[in-house]
């Protein structure tokens, strides 16, 4: 059973446009949301990240927003850029002291920033 | 500052054949190590992590297994692959349980296709 649910699956945006991409997830102890950014033939790296006492978190271009109550999050890029041209996976998990981390992932978006 | 390595970065088996796939961390004592794999429309799927020397779980059944015999070693094999093994295979890390661990730092990969 998918956990997470991401979407869309691929998306092309013009320089300068705003990238969307939405999450759902189902597990209500989840309270970890993270971001991550995949570059062709290279491991994903941490993006952003958001835990569920806030409502938006922004660094640089990149925004979280989070809805608790409809249990969904998503990832906005302001003044997308080519060199933002990845895949982009959203993530959660539920934080257990003691634990290894266990992350289920969303299935990724492709996004494509044209000139 | 901690690194991890993974390799080879691209593998071309025969079914059949035997998997030894290796990941190592620098920088950090007692990490907790993930084995993920990655399919296409498929987001990133758990397969092993590990706590500790000697301790792994296992988040799926499959041909494969995975052994810690140092504490910043990680080994992903299989004794005889099979076509359904064929896959982009991920090694990361976090901060030992204990310590705030929800965030993963992933290798740069394995492209394994097994014809």
């Known amino acids: 059973q998918q956990q997470v649910k991401q979407s869309p699956q691929s998306l092309i945006v013009q320089k300068g446009g705003i990238s969307i991409i939405n999450c759902a997830y189902e597990?209500?102890?989840?309270?970890?949301f993270p971001w991550y950014q995949q570059f062709p033939g290279k491991g994903p790296a941490l993006l952003i990240a958001?835990?569920?006492?806030?409502s938006e978190k922004k660094e640089g271009r990149f925004t979280i927003s989070f809805n608790k109550s409809a249990k969904q999050f998503s990832l906005h890029i302001m003044d997308s850029q080519p060199g933002d041209s990845a895949t982009y996976f959203c993530?959660?998990?539920?934080?257990?002291?003691?634990?290894?981390?266990?992350?289920?992932f969303g299935t990724g978006t492709r996004l494509q920033v044209t000139l | 500052s901690q690194t991890i390595h993974q390799w080879p970065a691209t593998l071309v088996q025969p079914v059949g054949s035997p998997l030894s796939l290796e990941c190592t961390v620098e920088?950090?004592?007692?990490?907790?190590l993930y084995w993920y794999r990655q399919a296409a429309g498929r987001g990133l799927q758990l397969l092993f992590y590990?706590?500790?020397?000697?301790?792994i779980s296992s988040e799926v059944p499959q041909n494969l297994s995975a052994s810690r015999p140092q504490d910043r070693q990680f080994i992903l094999s299989s004794k005889k692959l099979l076509l359904s093994d064929s896959g982009f295979y991920l090694c990361?890390?976090?901060?030992?349980?204990?310590?705030?661990?929800?965030?993963?730092?992933f290798g740069s990969g394995t492209q394994l296709s097994v014809l």
């Open positions: 958001i835990r569920p006492d806030v």
């Open positions: 597990n209500t102890a989840f309270d970890y």
């Open positions: 993530a959660a998990t539920r934080g257990v002291s003691g634990t290894a981390s266990k992350l289920t």
């Open positions: 590990s706590v500790g020397i000697g301790q």
């Open positions: 920088g950090t004592s007692n990490p907790n």
């Open positions: 990361a890390w976090s901060y030992p349980s204990g310590q705030i661990n929800e965030k993963l730092f």
